[in-house]
């Protein structure tokens, strides 16, 4: 295969285009991105070194998809418009076919370029809100995610023409069948069509002898507060925006493993339940929490508060773990069309009804986080539930950034906590929760109540003369079955006093007239 080569017009080192189709290269000599054009080669600007991601993916990497090899050739890595960052690499394919492999919070999406037809028109970026429907071909998409991101930087071959600092208008789509698309407003709208994947589905080793493997993140990077002095650890280098210093107050933004003071934090001492840094197993996943955070929401003039906690693993990326009132859940992202505005919610078998509305504030952070939290952020909320199960939607809107995020949160028993973590003693709530799972009641006390009934009915008629004083007597069998059904009534009392319970702080309670 010809490569095309040409000398940087930044130092004038060699720089090669190992791929046909792309448009522009990194130079390796000074981080100079260079746009090929075969009759002119340009310089864009430098661009920051990216390092390595604990995910281990790198150029050079090869692959399958769809039974075509394919290499990783480039990278381009975006400022999330919320603090965030995320990283696209570029899959070169036979024929000059490009795949766009994106990485965010330990996630990978693979998508591919639609062809867009002249009869195809893509809806205009400002006429686009949160959960508007949007058809692609024959598919159905919602709007899950609109807003401005900044290129950063990048490196290898890429097959549009980036220039560092450029914004980029996205408007990110989802539906239930587990496709995701991205519209692109650019010089010319596009749109690419994907799905959520793994490394292992795409053949990627990223295990492999490579030269810098040496240089690959540690699990934990040690630095020091810029305030204080004090130090710190990041569990998650590579996707940390905000920390916090335990020994100042401070809250500190980290940017490419540098941190810089951002503000004080109020002098609220509150010790987690869960010790940040400790280590535990979920379904078999091992997370860490690396984050605490205190929420509230403010009814009828009340606060009411609860405690999150941001747990990492480095492959599948994160999930919370939720304490409501001594009540706790394991929370992890969704995948949903329907839209918080509705009643009831039919989600994985399970229909699930609307519990609250309102506007959770953030009190209090500690640890590290994916984007930049503060005290005082506030996001609009949704709770459905279908006990032991909690979907929660929170959207966010800002001048730069529109966004409604979807999570399944689990209940969780005090002991499964415990054993996960290795703590004790974790308080204990005599209350009913939102999503608190129902007594259990087997099926075996109401088949053992109506066997008693029919025994006691088939010895009344065997025995029963209709004398006054022979036989069976109709009064004590009147009296036995009365006393058979204390258990099944009792039961079905205590149910629904639990269910009444439950829905008590509810707006939204079925059981408002009987309250």
Avoid at 164 to 193: I, M, Q, R, W
Avoid at 237 to 253: A, F, G, I, M
Avoid at 328 to 348: L, Q
Wanted: with cysteine; hydrophobic share 40%.
């Amino acid at each position: 295969m010809k490569h095309r080569t040409a000398n940087c017009p930044a130092c004038g080192g060699p720089v090669e285009f190992k791929t046909g189709s792309s448009l522009v290269t990194v130079c390796e000599f000074c981080d100079s991105v260079i746009a090929r054009g075969d009759k002119k080669v340009e310089d864009y600007g430098k661009v920051a070194d990216l390092g390595e991601t604990n995910s281990g993916m790198r150029l050079g990497l090869e692959g399958k998809f769809n039974h075509k090899s394919f290499f990783v050739s480039g990278r381009v890595r975006y400022q999330h418009p919320a603090g965030g960052v995320w990283d696209e690499w570029y899959l070169a394919l036979p024929g000059e076919r490009w795949g766009w492999l994106a990485e965010a919070q330990g996630n990978f999406y693979l998508l591919f370029e639609r062809n867009l037809t002249s009869r195809t028109e893509l809806p205009e970026f400002n006429s686009l809100t949160i959960s508007s429907p949007v058809t692609l071909g024959k598919t159905k998409f919602s709007v899950r995610e609109k807003g401005i991101a900044t290129g950063l930087s990048a490196e290898g071959e890429i097959p549009w023409a980036f220039r560092p600092g450029c914004e980029h208008k996205f408007v990110d789509l989802e539906n239930e069948e587990g496709v995701f698309a991205t519209l692109e407003y650019g010089a010319s709208p596009a749109a690419f069509v994907g799905k959520q994947v793994t490394l292992e589905q795409l053949g990627i080793d990223t295990s492999d002898d490579h030269p810098d493997n040496d240089s690959l993140p540690v699990a934990a990077l040690h630095l020091n507060c810029p305030k204080c002095g004090g130090s710190l650890i990041l569990r998650a280098p590579d996707q940390t925006e905000r920390v916090t210093c335990r020994n100042c107050d401070s809250l500190l933004d980290a940017a490419g493993g540098k941190l810089a003071y951002f503000s004080t934090l109020r002098r609220q001492k509150i010790t987690p339940l869960i010790p940040i840094g400790r280590a535990g197993k979920i379904a078999g996943v091992e997370y860490t929490v690396i984050g605490f955070m205190e929420r509230f929401a403010t009814y009828e003039g009340t606060k009411y508060p609860w405690t999150e906690y941001l747990l990492y693993n480095h492959k599948i990326g994160f999930r919370w773990l939720v304490c409501n009132q001594s009540h706790w859940s394991f929370v992890e992202p969704v995948k949903i069309s329907d839209t918080p505005a509705m009643d009831r919610i039919s989600y994985d078998g399970s229909s699930f009804r609307i519990y609250d509305r309102g506007t959770a504030y953030v009190r209090y952070v500690l640890g590290e986080f994916y984007w930049r939290v503060s005290e005082g952020d506030y996001v609009g909320t949704a709770d459905f539930i279908a006990p032991p199960r909690m979907l929660s939607f929170e959207w966010t809107k800002t001048a730069k950034l529109e966004e409604i995020n979807v999570s399944l949160g689990t209940y969780m028993q005090h002991e499964e906590i415990e054993a996960a973590f290795g703590v004790k003693g974790l308080p204990r709530s005599w209350g009913v929760g939102p999503i608190s799972p129902a007594p259990a009641v087997g099926p075996a006390i109401y088949v053992a109540w109506m066997a008693f009934s029919l025994v006691m009915l088939l010895i009344h008629a065997m025995y029963y003369t209709g004398a006054a004083t022979t036989g069976s007597d109709g009064w004590l069998l009147f009296y036995g079955l009365a006393f058979l059904a204390v258990p099944p009534v009792g039961i079905m009392f205590y149910r629904h006093g639990f269910e009444v319970q439950r829905w008590s702080n509810s707006d939204y309670s079925p059981y408002a007239s009987s309250e």
